[in-house]
């Protein structure tokens, strides 16, 4: 087996000590906005239209969307803790385009419908832009685009085999590093419209925003416990249970993420794994000059263990990922967010990227769950006569699906058969996981066969290939 770049030239250990000596324990992007105006815990039992559960992005436009399309309707956000606390306070930022975790895993699973899955989410990345414009969602959009890069000699390959045209671009070492200067870097593919770059705490709090203003009622720290349709019609909907008060709902958007499901069916649709970030402490114009990057574009390496990055507003780097952890059980604990080996791991691969950034401090240092599911992107349904709407397993790419997402699910509410709810990839389930102990077993062992492709030029071995053939996704 060889070796990664990562393990060819790693960093003093004083420069990672160094970096996170001051570091803050908390997600930046919700430490960075403004105090937001608190919403109220249920107070008492209430009829509604449409009950959503959930106040990240899924909850959020689903809601919003809700009292768009009809205005009478009334819409109520029921949040567990507070809007965005979760994944949409806590991710990287990238608004993607694709709604399928890339060209490939979409080839793969809906070859039919593929190039129609890819014009429908780029028309949804422009929708999310022109809403941003519209609602005044005050959120440090930028549409602009991401850089797959190769950081490998066998990487380089598979980017010189994908199609390019004007809105994908090569770009061989010279080029790439005329865009974004690391010495890691050996070639890479701009695709310069399929993502935008966001402040996630903003979008989540804008929309909150908005919502509210349309008439949305939202309680914040009221878990919902159960979703009960028990003696009760479909037209008369369910019954929402929370510790301070009932909520008796004509239909019902289940926007729970990686938290479990309320509905038991979808129990062992998704997994949480831990993925872990840093950010920067922003630099200076000596710094940012140093490494370029004056078109901002997002970025991410081909590695099965990645790392992704991007700069915010005020040109902090944000660098995330490699580490994908999960642990048995299935369980979400705020404990597994402070995990030093991840966040030294993390360090000690940014200055191999960015070597001239020597003597940079990390201000934040957070991690947050992913709602995996074994086909790599969102699966959507319904349950109860049609009373019922869910989607979950965004596997990470969740900034710019959810609101694809949202319209899935309102239509299926609705009863509306539009292109949208007719799509295989909308129709279909995804394959649960299995119980413990076989989850944990099978999830650490695909890790491990993960890390040994990296070390040997991307190569799979047969239980990657088995994985494959059963369509249980895995492919980064």
């Known amino acids: 087996m060889g070796t990664t770049i990562f393990e060819r030239a790693r960093p003093a250990a004083s420069v990672v000590a160094h970096s996170l000596g001051d570091t803050r324990h908390a997600p930046f992007w919700l430490d960075d ?27 959020l436009w689903t ?75 005050d959120c440090d959009f930028e549409r602009t685009g991401a850089i797959d890069l190769a950081i490998e000699e066998h990487q380089v390959e598979w980017l010189r085999e994908e199609p390019t045209s004007a809105d994908t671009v090569f770009l061989d070492a010279e080029a790439l590093r005329g865009q974004v200067d690391s010495p890691t870097y050996l070639a890479g593919v701009w695709h310069r419209r399929s993502n935008a770059l966001v402040h996630p705490g903003k979008l989540a709090a804008k929309l909150a925003r908005v919502a509210t203003e349309l008439g949305v009622e939202i309680f914040e720290h009221t878990p919902v416990r159960k979703v009960d349709s028990a003696g009760l019609t ?70 099965n263990q990645f790392h992704y990055y991007r700069l915010s507003a005020d040109n902090r ?3 995330g990922g490699y580490d994908a952890i999960y642990h048995y059980g299935a369980r979400v604990r705020s404990e597994y967010e402070n995990r030093p080996a991840s966040y030294e791991r993390l360090a000690s691969h940014f200055f191999t990227t960015f070597p001239q950034l020597e003597g940079i401090r990390f201000s934040h240092r957070w991690a947050g769950a992913i709602d995996t599911s074994t086909r790599f ?4 349904g319904t349950a109860r006569g049609g009373r019922i709407a869910y989607a979950a397993g965004f596997t990470g790419l969740g900034v710019g699906a959810t609101h694809f997402a949202a319209k899935v699910m309102l239509d299926q509410l609705a009863g509306r058969h539009t292109e949208r709810t007719q799509l295989e ?44 053939a059963l369509g249980l996704g895995f492919d980064s």
């Not at 008492?44 to 909850?59: E, I, M, Q």
């Not at 009292?67 to 994944?87: F, S």
């Not at 004509?250 to 979808?266: D, H, Q, Y």
């Not at 076989?438 to 047969?462: E, K, V, Y």
């Open 63 to 137: 809601a919003l969307m809700a009292k768009q399309q009809n205005p009478a309707a009334r819409v109520v956000l029921l949040e567990a803790r507070t809007v965005g606390w979760a994944a949409s306070g806590r991710n990287g930022g990238f608004c993607e385009a694709s709604l399928t975790h890339g060209e490939e895993n979409g080839r793969t699973r809906w070859p039919n419908e593929i190039d129609r899955l890819n014009e429908l989410g780029l028309e949804n990345l422009d929708e999310i832009e022109r809403s941003v414009a519209e609602l005044g969602l």
């Open 317 to 319: 780097i944000l660098f």
């Open 234 to 303: 479909p037209a008369q909907g369910s019954n929402l249970v929370t510790p301070h008060g009932t909520v008796r709902a004509r239909k019902t958007a289940l926007a729970t993420n990686v938290f479990p499901s309320l509905l038991k069916r979808n129990r062992l649709s998704t997994v949480p794994v831990y993925d872990y970030v840093l950010m920067t402490e922003p630099l200076s114009p000596e710094q940012l000059a140093a490494i370029g990057w004056q078109n901002r574009q997002g970025l991410s390496d081909l590695a």
């Open 377 to 380: 992107c969102a699966f959507f």
């Open 33 to 59: 906005i403004a105090p937001q105006a608190r919403h109220p815990r249920l107070a008492a039992d209430l009829n509604c239209d449409l009950a959503v559960v959930g106040a990240g992005y899924l909850g």
């Open 425 to 468: 990839m909308v129709r279909g389930r995804a394959l649960p996981f299995p119980p413990e102990p076989i989850a944990s077993m099978g999830i650490q062992t695909t890790r491990w066969s993960l890390d040994r492709a990296d070390h040997n030029r991307g190569r799979r071995n047969a239980i990657l290939k088995t994985l494959d």
